[in-house]
């Protein structure tokens, strides 16, 4: 049914805008002939409205009388020259890039796609028009320093799935995160920010879809401005906004940030003969990286299929207004972005001078919250660890690899786990960041959980229905002779003790920590490391209680609890192994031996040295007290040991300390130290059981 024509309206906002009495609909294109609006009714009966005026290769129109709960799609016809790089079909019903909800599934059909001369509507989501009033009250961003960040890396749905103290029907929704008891578990931890993988609208892939099974990380995004709707409570038209909005108030009003995983590299749409949902219809030439040799294809800098076009204007401003839309209208307090450096690229190479980076940069709202970067893409020189410009933090997958490393067997000696442990001044110290700038992590959502690498030797993603080759053996760690679930309580037990001391040496490194969801509760995926597509047990949380849960859970907390009580573990600049004033010849930082002296230029390059004592000074570092009184720091001995076997180590005497008393020792459950080791004189012999990170208090 086609209505007369809609009223002129403005070019501005892009997308669906309810005023009060109607809807303005704008749409950018610079290949369209002509656009129409596509409204639906209850019943699924379609009416196209044309948008006859243009301004700035903009469509526009208003239609009065139109409200929230609306749904819509616009139908882009035009020349169509698929060698040029341009694609319009107007039978295919197009999602609006600025959607603030959308409705409905993507179902896989021959229809979806170019030249079928098919209908997509019946097989394609729908757009809906929101309104973004919403009660906040008295809520106020945490604004935590980065230097006191504890960042919590989950998934909306798998966090809360089987949680039994949360309702049924709220259960993997933002409403369950919203619950007291999801809440109580991230504040008993002493959490302060939680990085949620993607919220972003998205579907699943037409091949997971051929095999049944759903993309669960949800890295295939169609909208950059709509929540997605899976992860409502409600089934109500759009309510998946304020149900989001409710979760953020909820989670603020506990004192944690919110930090969103956010995938503007690549969208849904894949490959050139993909399915036709959006961009691809409406600008194609625009929208993506087409290559100059054929523009019938695509640069591919992401893995996915395409890689989006942040070089253009008008792709610019829709990342830009999706960004300053989550934090203005949504309160997110920080973006953490996936493949950044496929974002970054200007020509071919990552160009730290790129305008997304200028943009970025200049923007009074987003220069003002948390950015993280994933340093990296598929392409050609899209590892870029360390080479982000100031404001950005970075994944520092160089301490993921180290630290792994180390706690696997130590036979890379000790030279890099030194600047891992010290904030990375290799990578960030030279263009003015500071240590925060490294986002430590040892594991992610994507590979093996902590548990896992203490577990197995390899992957084994055979749920996965790819023969095992999907995913990366990135696992060096020691299974300790036994795969997977075992009786063997020696197994258990070193099992136990490693993934105690790579949550320790992570957890009080310099920089900011990450933690993934489930690790501080013994959290198993069988050895999957490429969990995408697992919707089920493999991926969510298990809240059951054991004797290995508490063990885990109780040090998590006492580590996160002893990093906020000293600063000497959460620097502001850089450690410069300089004299500490009054510290009789201490340094500010010292490394060791296990004879107990100071480590020798040859010590550095001895690969089979698998043991070190890292002095930390906090004289002269101080904090702010719960009343707000300065409190003087300690100064801390760290001993990582990774061997197989116990080792002696002589510990400082005087100057460094006279007494030092244990505070972690992760060879013990919970890493309590035992009440009759927990005292020791300095220049006495530690015995340091294997894979083990001992924690010793200077006490002057």
């Not at 757009?127 to 320093?145: E, L, T």
């Not at 399915?275 to 294809?297: A, C, E, F, M």
């Not at 950015?371 to 360390?386: R, S, T």
């Not at 197989?644 to 919970?670: C, K, M, R």
Request: charged share 20%; aromatic share 10%; hydrophobic share 35%.
């Amino acid at each position: 049914m086609l209505l007369p024509q809609s009223w002129p309206g403005r070019p501005f906002p892009l997308g669906a805008t309810w005023d009060g009495e109607g809807v303005n609909f704008a749409l950018f294109t610079t290949t369209a002939s002509s656009v129409a609006v596509a409204l639906f009714d209850d019943d699924g009966i379609e009416t196209l409205v044309p948008l006859i005026e243009t301004t700035y290769q903009i469509f526009h129109g208003y239609l009065p009388g139109v409200g929230p709960g609306q749904r819509y799609g616009f139908r882009v016809d035009g020349r169509s020259a698929p060698r040029e790089g341009i694609v319009h079909d107007p039978t295919k019903l197009l999602v609006d890039p600025y959607a603030r909800a959308i409705e409905g599934e993507f179902e896989d059909d021959p229809a979806v796609y170019l030249n079928s001369g098919e209908d997509s509507a019946p097989y394609v989501p729908r757009s809906v028009v929101a309104h973004d009033s919403f009660p906040w009250g008295n809520d106020q961003r945490p604004h935590v320093p980065w230097d006191d960040t504890v960042i919590y890396e989950m998934h909306v749905k798998g966090f809360t799935k089987l949680h039994p103290d949360i309702p049924p029907a709220l259960r993997g929704t933002y409403a369950g995160l919203a619950h007291p008891a999801a809440i109580d578990h991230l504040t008993s931890l002493g959490i302060t920010a939680v990085e949620l993988l993607p919220v972003h609208q998205s579907v699943s892939e037409p091949h997971l879809q051929a095999r049944g099974v759903t993309n669960y990380w949800g890295y295939n995004t169609l909208g950059y401005f709509a929540p997605h709707a899976g992860y409502a409570a409600s089934s109500a038209r759009g309510d998946q906004v304020r149900e989001f909005k409710a979760m953020v108030r909820a989670l603020h009003a506990a004192g944690i940030e919110v930090i969103l995983d956010v995938v503007y590299n690549h969208t849904a749409e894949g490959p050139p003969d993909g399915p036709v949902l959006s961009l691809r219809g409406i600008d194609n030439q625009t929208y993506y990286r087409l290559r100059p040799d054929d523009r019938s294809k695509y640069l591919d800098y992401t893995g996915c299929g395409n890689t989006i076009d942040a070089r253009h204007h008008s792709v610019l401003q829709m990342i830009m207004d999706s960004l300053r839309y989550w934090v203005t209208e949504m309160h997110v307090d920080g973006f953490r972005f996936d493949l950044a450096s496929a974002l970054a690229r200007s020509l071919y190479d990552v160009d730290k001078l790129s305008a997304f980076f200028d943009t970025i940069h200049q923007d009074p709202i987003i220069s003002q919250v948390k950015l993280i970067a994933e340093p990296w893409d598929v392409g050609a020189g899209g590892y870029q660890v360390g080479e982000f410009p100031p404001l950005w933090t970075e994944w520092n997958g160089k301490y993921r690899d180290t630290l792994r490393s180390f706690w696997a067997h130590g036979g890379d000696g000790v030279r890099d786990l030194a600047y891992r442990l010290t904030g990375s001044s290799d990578l960030y110290a030279d263009d003015g960041r500071l240590p925060y700038a490294s986002i430590n992590f040892i594991t992610a959502h994507d590979g093996f959980t902590m548990r896992d690498l203490a577990s197995y030797a390899r992957k084994h993603n055979e749920a996965n229905g790819e023969d095992n080759r999907d995913g990366t053996d990135d696992n060096r760690s020691n299974n300790f002779g036994v795969e997977g679930p075992t009786d063997d309580a020696d197994v258990q037990l070193m099992r136990l003790r490693q993934v105690r001391s790579m949550l320790t040496s992570l957890l009080l490194s310099t920089g900011a920590p990450m933690i993934t969801a489930g690790d501080e509760r013994w959290r198993t995926q069988q050895g999957n490391n490429n969990a995408y597509m697992q919707d089920n047990a493999i991926s969510w949380l298990d809240w059951t209680e054991t004797q290995q849960t508490a063990d885990i859970q109780s040090l998590t907390r006492r580590l996160i609890a002893l990093r906020k009580a000293s600063p000497v573990f959460r620097q502001r600049a850089f450690f410069a192994g300089r004299a500490v004033p009054g510290g009789d010849g201490c340094k500010d930082l010292a490394w060791f031996h296990p004879s107990g002296r100071e480590l020798a230029d040859p010590d550095w390059f001895d690969g089979s040295l698998c043991t070190i004592g890292m002095y930390l000074d906090g004289r002269g570092l101080r904090s702010r007290g719960s009343r707000g009184q300065l409190v003087i720091d300690h100064s801390y001995l760290a001993i990582l040991h990774s061997g197989d076997e116990p080792i002696p180590f002589a510990l400082p005497a005087a100057p460094w300390a006279a007494t030092y008393s244990a505070v972690i020792d992760t060879s013990q459950p919970g890493g309590e130290p035992t009440p009759g080791s927990a005292s020791a004189l300095g220049g006495s012999v530690r015995t340091i059981p294997a894979r083990t990170c001992l924690i010793l208090r200077v006490e002057r």
